[in-house]
């Protein structure tokens, strides 16, 4: 994570600007724990799960460090078994072949670093698999919209429980991917749909959905990390650090960054039609 400096743009009285960077302080560096665990409900055989472990930087820096020399393993709560993720190379990146999380079972994830200890706990989550595609064509003032709409049937939940989902899209001519969450509060146990649409989508190319089932911790954490992103402009409120599920057990008054999560995913490539 960078930390934020302030720009002042002075316009003088022959139209030129001048930037003025003014360089605040910068506070202790941070560890970022990456620790996004996907499991594809539909592959088959072994996957590779990796955690990525970096260290906060300046704002004017292009080069994020990675945390290297780590200890990295995952838990799982109900028998011990111990998953070891090993880094590759000088990265930053650890990573694993044998590890094969079970829906339902809760998992600790173990960091140590630079002599301190970091943890966190989380349940792996379900996802609900894709039954259907549609592509519709919609007209918005003129212009001819391409909507991909993909259908889940949301299980019934136990009474309080819920279930949540996270979205991404991608596609090549995307900036970014596209993210969305959703729950089931007023729709549980019913045929739900998420979708993407765009005027730039083009017949032959390809709309990629990963799809993630959530528990309700990340759900409320992801949607915080979306209303920081949306909430700019020069005179928005200067972003804060989200916290996640990560603790620092060594010195706890220096909290790491960064998110647990471990989710089955559905990975589904959609080829774009022609329009009729």
């Not at 301190?116 to 919609?138: C, G, K, L, R, Y």
């Amino acid at each position: 994570m960078k930390y934020i400096y302030l720009a002042i743009t002075i316009f003088l009285f022959t139209a030129c600007e001048d930037v003025i960077d003014l360089p605040l302080q910068e506070g202790p560096k941070r560890l970022v724990i990456d620790a996004n665990i996907n499991l594809d409900m539909n592959a088959v055989g072994s996957q590779e799960q990796a955690i990525r472990l970096t260290e906060t930087t300046g704002f004017y820096e292009t080069f994020i460090p990675p945390a290297n020399g780590a200890t990295v393993k995952i838990t799982r709560k109900s028998n011990n078994d111990e998953f070891t993720f090993l880094e590759s190379g000088t990265s930053g990146i650890y990573k694993t072949l044998s590890f094969l999380p079970i829906v339902g079972e809760v998992y600790e994830l173990t960091v140590i670093y630079n002599d301190e200890t970091f943890t966190a706990e989380e349940e792996m989550m379900a996802v609900a698999n894709i039954d259907s595609t549609s592509q519709t064509t919609e007209n918005f003032f003129g212009t001819e919209v391409i909507k991909v709409e993909h259908f889940f049937q949301d299980p019934e939940s136990e009474e309080g429980q819920g279930n949540f989902y996270i979205n991404q899209f991608n596609y090549p001519t995307f900036l970014i991917d596209s993210y969305g969450a959703r729950s089931d509060d007023f729709s549980d146990g019913q045929l739900n749909s998420i979708f993407e649409q765009s005027e730039d989508f083009e017949p032959g190319e390809v709309l990629t959905l990963y799809f993630y089932g959530a528990s309700k911790q990340y759900f409320n954490y992801f949607n915080l990390l979306q209303d920081q992103i949306q909430s700019g402009g020069p005179f928005g409120t200067p972003p804060a650090a989200v916290k996640g599920n990560c603790i620092n057990t060594t010195n706890p008054d220096l909290k790491p960054l960064g998110y647990f999560r471990l989710s089955e995913m559905v990975k589904l490539r959609y080829t774009i039609e022609p329009i009729e």
